[in-house]
């Protein structure tokens, strides 16, 4: 608790997590300092030409050109070093802010790694996309340009106001009035309780309709099938009209206060003149006065651009303060705990002792609330609990080379079990081991070297087929990826593709099948070569010409591994030297298929009704002719 209340927060903060050097960021604001005084140089030539100007007005002859000349150059001269020396303040900013950027972003991805599926599964994909996206974006253009532009508009006013004061008090105070005046309206606006209220609103409103976009994007072909649009998919729609909504509310609330800033801040003029005009009337034969008067007539409504670079800065700073909120709160996020001294196994066999596991978040609590509830799965839940059981109280031993099949009705937690041994979530009680040691003492490197899993839904990333093989081994040559690909029955295909294997998934409309994809996946797995094999159904999205192929492939890469099958197809299990058969989370059953199929139990039911319906068959009844 201690800790979280001597955060520091904002600006402060973003340093903070960023973990770069401030160097660059001190020699940006040293040079567009230096570069603001330059900039001023222009207008004091022009202050010291029309005094020159009034001095010698009445006798053109008694002008010296010389001194006009002297001050043209000196304005050519401060413009130009001006702008050099904010070129190299952007170019200092910009290099400090795209490495802010990259380690921003390599440190929420490897943050992001560590976590359990259970974070990801209890946040939306469109909340984690905008905060490594979006809000890391804001903080590039924060670094690279907002914090030049104030260290230049701060040292332009207070340059400015030097100069003012140094010329005539009176004149620069009303001029002081104005700004403090204007700038306290913005304050107002964008620092004020109700500002932070609403840079809240507008992060969350934005994180959600991500959310539902992405969601509608993945939904296209059902919303497509049925004619639907954009309004019909609710919450997509609701979450547009939220933003509009609170857009407009925003607007409505800020308008009156920038009206005033507006007006108040280009006023300036309005001040100076009678302000000007009554010292001038006590001076009349002032000549020196009447030039500064004329400064302050050209220099003063001058004064508002600067501020009005101010009046971003307001916006600027709380998009960061809530930016950087959301991007702590992913790093609050408790990763697994490693071990401090990494153990390898000697032995790949797998034991589950007592093995109970709960989701422990409100999302996934919901979401696996109503699965069990479409399943038929009475269960109650007490008015505080804040976890859904999926596994209690398993046992049990898969030998190092074994076969085993997870089987059971939807919901009993086969996946479950599977997931739980590359630890990507850690079990409330009991313990899995590996060889004898508990995977919470592996490293999470050294146990993702151990265990391969191919998912049923198969994943491949936007680059090269040749690049999404040597995922499974980076080290690997093109040989082996190539002979990994035609263990896996691909090779034919990808061979096929235009640019073979350097054609590039999503590039150009290529995309790949689901049985195409699947056995890329299993490609990976078998240039992998991990001693323990998870396969989700690898075959879910074979045709029956490549599941004979695809079985041949599988039956390579099992090899001397300890293999865990989650079975969807009944026919893949036969020849499995164990089958664990799960009901509600709880292992029931345990055995070959021969003892099995002619036990009474799930297990036989299941067969049971697989087996009879290959005698299924459709048939249309004619009706009979009168």
């Not at 002008?63 to 200092?92: E, N, P, Q, R, T």
């Amino acid at each position: 608790m201690k800790e979280k209340q001597k955060r520091k927060s904002g600006v402060a903060r973003l340093f903070e997590i960023a973990g770069e050097k401030k160097g660059l960021l001190i020699l940006a604001g040293i040079l567009s300092a230096v570069s603001a005084l330059c900039m001023l140089v222009p207008y004091w030539s022009v202050y010291e030409v029309l005094k020159e100007l009034l001095l010698h007005g009445s006798k053109i002859n008694e002008l010296d050109s010389s001194v006009l000349m002297h001050w043209g150059w000196v304005a050519f001269i401060g413009l130009v070093a001006g702008l050099l020396l904010l070129y190299g303040a952007l170019m200092a900013s910009h290099v400090a802010a795209f490495r802010i950027l990259y380690g921003l972003r390599i440190r929420l991805s490897e943050h992001i790694g560590r976590l359990s599926l259970g974070y990801l599964n209890g946040t939306s994909t469109g909340a984690i996309k905008k905060t490594m996206e979006q809000n890391i974006e804001k903080i590039e253009n924060f670094v690279a340009h907002t914090i030049p532009d104030l260290v230049n508009v701060l040292a332009t006013v207070v340059l400015m106001f030097i100069i003012f004061f140094s010329l005539n008090g009176w004149m620069a105070a009303i001029c002081v009035v104005c700004i403090v005046c204007s700038i306290g309206l913005q304050f107002m606006n964008f620092f004020g309780k109700k500002a932070k209220e609403f840079m809240k609103i507008y992060y969350d409103t934005q994180e959600r309709m991500s959310a539902s976009a992405v969601q509608y994007v993945r939904g296209m072909p059902v919303v497509k099938i049925f004619g639907q649009s954009v309004r019909s998919f609710r919450q997509f729609n609701s979450e547009i009209e939220a933003y509009k909504s609170y857009a407009l509310r925003v607007c409505d609330t800020y308008q009156s206060g920038m009206t005033a800033f507006t007006v108040l801040l280009n006023s300036l003029i309005t001040f100076i003149l009678p302000v000007g005009l009554l010292l001038l009337s006590r001076e009349p034969q002032n000549i020196v006065l009447a030039a500064i008067y004329l400064f302050f007539i050209i220099m003063g409504p001058g004064v508002a651009s600067p501020i009005y670079k101010l009046m971003y800065l307001g916006s600027s700073t709380n998009e960061i303060d809530e930016g950087v909120k959301r991007i702590d709160r992913i790093f609050d996020e408790q990763a697994l705990p490693e071990a401090e001294v990494s153990r390898l196994p000697v032995s790949y066999d797998i034991e589950f002792r007592q093995v109970s596991f709960a989701y422990e978040n409100k999302a996934e609590r919901k979401e696996r609330f109503m699965f069990l509830e479409i399943k038929g799965i009475k269960k109650s839940f007490g008015a505080g609990e804040s976890h859904v059981d999926v596994l209690k109280g398993i046992d049990l031993e898969i030998e190092k080379g074994e076969f085993c099949v997870l089987l059971g009705p939807s919901g009993s937690g086969k996946s479950t079990v599977a997931n739980l041994i590359p630890r990507f979530w850690d079990v409330s009680e009991g313990e899995i081991c590996i060889g004898g040691i508990n995977i919470k003492e592996i490293a999470t490197e050294d146990l993702m070297n151990l265990v391969s899993f191919v998912f049923q839904d198969s994943f491949l990333f936007f680059d090269t087929l040749y690049e999404n093989i040597r995922v499974g081994n980076t080290s690997a040559t093109r040989e082996q990826v190539i002979e990994a690909a035609r263990a896996a029955q691909c090779h034919d295909f990808i061979e096929s593709l235009p640019d073979g294997y350097n054609t590039r998934i999503g590039d150009k409309g290529v995309y790949l099948s689901g049985g195409e994809s699947q056995r890329v996946c299993v490609a990976r797995a078998i240039l992998k070569n991990a001693p323990i094999l998870v396969l989700d159904e690898a075959t879910a999205f074979a045709d029956p010409e490549n599941e004979y192929k695809m079985q041949q492939a599988i039956q390579q890469l099992i090899k001397d591994k300890t293999v865990i099958i989650i079975a969807h197809r009944l026919s893949s299990i036969i020849s499995a030297e164990q089958i664990l058969v799960l009901k509600e989370g709880r292992l029931i059953q345990s055995g070959r298929h021969e003892v099995l199929s002619k036990t009474d139990g799930v297990y036989k039911r299941m067969w049971d009704a697989y087996t009879s319906a290959f005698r299924w068959q459709l048939t249309v009844k004619k009706e009979e002719t009168k």
